[in-house]
Structures are given as structure tokens and as C-alpha cells.
């Protein structure tokens, strides 16, 4: 038996959103489309989240913020994948970003930077100055999953959306099978 999910307009509902993600959806022509849901900051987790309320892989998108470095440089970017692929940050999303080495963002730095809970952490609200690579799969997806900027609770929206945030690029081939 899957955990209830009680659906709300993410705009009647700043509480399950961080700061930045409020900020951002208010000024989003879109943004009645986005729906949120409280959840057990406990289970935010894609694999938990998706086992406790019922939700598949397949809709469950995962922000994954990577620093590209070149130089003394480093440019933040979120890459946007499927929950069932991993995001190819080491190839593609590195050499679209003209970087010599791209890793995952350190923790501390990101979640201070977005202002976002880690486990959380989400492309709409982010930084301006950073990149949202979008994985041409995620924008086919009728109806995605991603976090709220907290652990407390999930967005969801239609998958094209995500290519028409403002600092967005599909990039078809950057989430890759995992394994």
C-alpha cells in the first residue's frame, strides 16, 4: 500500500517550497501547471520516495548539479535525467560546458549557493547564471517528478516545462543507461 499524496497548486502552498522556488514560479507563465505535495522529508529520496507513495522511475527526475571547472573557473550547471538513466557529466554535459574536468557539486557550496535543501534541490529557482541541461527524454515525459527546493515535499509538472525554464538547453544523450 503507497503513502496518500495530497495535491496542491505550488503557489497556494510557499510553505512546501523553498524561497528561491517561490521567487521563481511567481514570475513562471506556467507555473499554475506546477503542482506540489507535502512528503516525509525522510523518504525524499528517489528510490524511497518512488517505493513509499507509489510513484514510478519513469516519471522521477533527478537535478544533478555538477561544477565544471577550466582554469581558476567554475561554472555550476544542473543536468535534468531520468530517475533510470545516469546523467553523463564526465562527457557530454563537460564538453558542452567547454570544461576540462566536471564533478559533482560539493555539498556545502551547493546548497548554499541555490539556497535548496540537498536531497531537494530542483532547476527551477537556481541560480540565474547557471546552465539547466535538459535530457531530451525528460522534456517527452507527460508528467515529471523533481523536488521543491526541500525535502518536505515534490513537484509536478509536464516534462516540456523543464526545457522552457529560462537558462534551459535540451541536450539530447545526457542521461545515459546506468549501470
Not at 525524499?44 to 565544471?68: H, M, P, R
Amino acid at each position: 500500500m503507497s503513502l496518500p499524496l495530497t495535491f496542491h497548486p505550488a503557489l497556494s502552498r510557499p510553505d512546501l517550497l523553498a524561497p528561491p522556488v517561490t521567487e521563481t514560479l511567481q514570475v513562471l507563465p506556467w507555473a499554475d501547471q506546477v503542482r506540489v505535495a507535502a512528503i516525509d522529508p525522510a523518504l525524499a529520496d528517489t528510490a524511497q520516495f518512488c517505493a513509499a507513495y507509489g510513484s514510478t522511475l519513469e516519471e522521477s527526475v533527478n537535478c544533478v548539479v555538477i561544477a565544471a571547472k577550466r582554469g581558476g573557473d567554475v561554472t555550476y550547471a544542473a543536468c535534468m535525467v531520468a530517475a533510470t538513466t545516469r546523467a553523463n557529466v564526465n562527457g557530454l554535459a563537460r564538453q558542452h560546458l567547454g570544461a576540462r574536468k566536471a564533478s559533482f557539486g560539493q555539498v556545502d557550496v551547493v546548497t548554499s549557493l541555490t539556497g535548496m535543501e540537498y536531497g531537494g534541490i530542483t532547476p527551477i529557482g537556481l541560480p540565474a547564471s547557471w546552465a539547466v541541461l535538459v535530457d531530451d527524454l525528460v522534456a517527452k515525459i507527460p508528467s515529471v517528478v523533481i523536488g521543491s527546493g526541500i525535502r518536505g515535499s515534490k513537484l509536478w509538472l509536464p516534462g516540456s516545462l523543464l526545457a522552457e525554464l529560462p537558462s534551459a538547453e535540451i541536450l539530447p544523450g545526457l542521461g545515459v543507461e546506468a549501470g
